[in-house]
């Protein structure tokens, strides 16, 4: 079994930053993708971005290219969002989200989440 836990949500000013960490544990994979979701109360979670276990293939949803930056530290089984220029549109609860395969940017592509952390932005 994989656990997930994410840290580093709160409340930020529009325009400001906030890094979210996720911590891996648990079953390890020999590859494996790492991706950021969002949800907001009555809405769908959406993809954010991901990245794959090597590090050197990342994808971002449109509406946060430009803004977010997801890296990751196989030594500390962490990923991070950097997250800059904030929107109150941004407001919901992030989730990371792994699967033992290469990408995906639907919520039935991964098995395993965390359980969320609230970043909200005030205008």
């Known amino acids: 079994q994989v656990q997930l836990a994410e840290s580093g949500g709160g409340l930020v000013q529009a325009g400001g930053s906030l890094r979210l960490s996720c911590a891996a544990s648990g079953r390890t994979f020999t590859t494996y993708t790492m991706s950021w979701f969002r949800q907001t109360p009555g809405k769908e979670r959406e993809f954010v971005a991901f990245?794959?276990?090597?590090?050197?293939?990342?994808y971002y949803a449109d509406f946060v290219k430009g803004r977010f930056t997801i890296s990751g530290d196989n030594a500390k089984n962490t990923v991070y969002l950097q997250m800059n220029n904030l929107k109150p549109e941004d407001t919901a609860v992030y989730y990371c989200a792994l699967n033992s395969g290469y990408g995906g940017t639907f919520v039935r592509h991964y098995p395993y989440w965390g359980q969320g952390t609230q970043v909200t932005v005030s205008s």
């Open positions: 990245i794959n276990q090597r590090g050197d293939r990342t």
